[in-house]
């Protein structure tokens, strides 16, 4: 079945930089690649997400990457703030199946 | 703007006891799912229901498992006789469809003693 690694587990950069979350997948029949954002008590939020029939989407300060021939994808945010402080979570879905894969999430800390 | 709600937000049980998990989904969203987390591990999917009846399910979920919509709005995970692996925090979710954004509630966590 399909496996989602992501990396780094925690990361910790300066408000105003941006921050840079990877994941790879193992099925190259997975075609959606939503990331969600967790906040303390709360569940996964969704924050954006890619098909794969695009190569990037962008929104805002956050946008994602995909290679589909390297199978893996990247959460980018740019100009940090202090709200950005969660964990983050990839996740991915088969072509026709209705489960979303997660990666382990990376536990982002904003420093001021 | 609407959002999944689930109740309890932290439910505490024995052992071999009997838990029923609350969920109302987003109102015109058609497909239901559970994940769990135990804590330190990857958020996993435990099943998913449309039409009044389960559609995909995981290894996880066996017969100490049942999910029901019991009416139009709610949607219930049960575990029969808990054990203390399955404390964690349990998640659902809804979606529109079979394609789209999955959007999840905030959580209850389950501890089994």
């Known amino acids: 079945g399909e496996n989602v690694e992501q990396h780094p587990s925690t990361l910790s950069v300066q408000e105003g930089d941006s921050a840079v979350i990877k994941c790879t997948y193992s099925d190259s029949a997975s075609n959606y690649f939503p990331w969600y954002k967790q906040e303390l008590g709360k569940g996964p939020q969704l924050i954006i997400d890619?098909?794969?029939?695009?190569g990037e989407k962008k929104d805002q300060r956050i946008a994602v990457t995909l290679n589909k021939t390297a199978k893996h994808f990247s959460l980018h945010i740019t100009e940090t703030q202090p709200e950005d402080s969660a964990v983050y979570f990839c996740?991915?879905?088969?072509?026709?199946?209705?489960?979303?894969?997660f990666g382990q999430g990376t536990r982002l800390t904003i420093n001021p | 703007e609407p959002e999944v709600t689930q109740t309890p937000s932290h439910q505490v049980t024995q052992m071999g006891q009997e838990v029923i998990l609350r969920c109302v989904p987003i109102s015109n969203h058609l497909y239901f799912y559970w994940y769990r987390q135990i804590l330190g591990q990857k958020v996993e999917f435990l099943v998913s229901f449309y039409n009044n009846e389960i559609s995909e399910k995981s290894e996880i979920f066996d017969d100490q498992f049942s999910v029901e919509r019991p009416d139009g709005s709610n949607f219930t995970l049960k575990i029969r006789s808990t054990k203390l692996e399955d404390s964690a925090m349990y998640f659902c979710?809804?979606?529109?469809?079979?394609?789209?954004?999955?959007?999840f509630g905030p959580g209850t966590r389950l501890t089994v003693l």
């Open positions: 979710a809804s979606s529109f469809g079979l394609a789209n954004e999955q959007f």
């Open positions: 996740a991915a879905r088969l072509q026709g199946a209705q489960k979303l894969v």
């Open positions: 890619i098909r794969s029939n695009v």
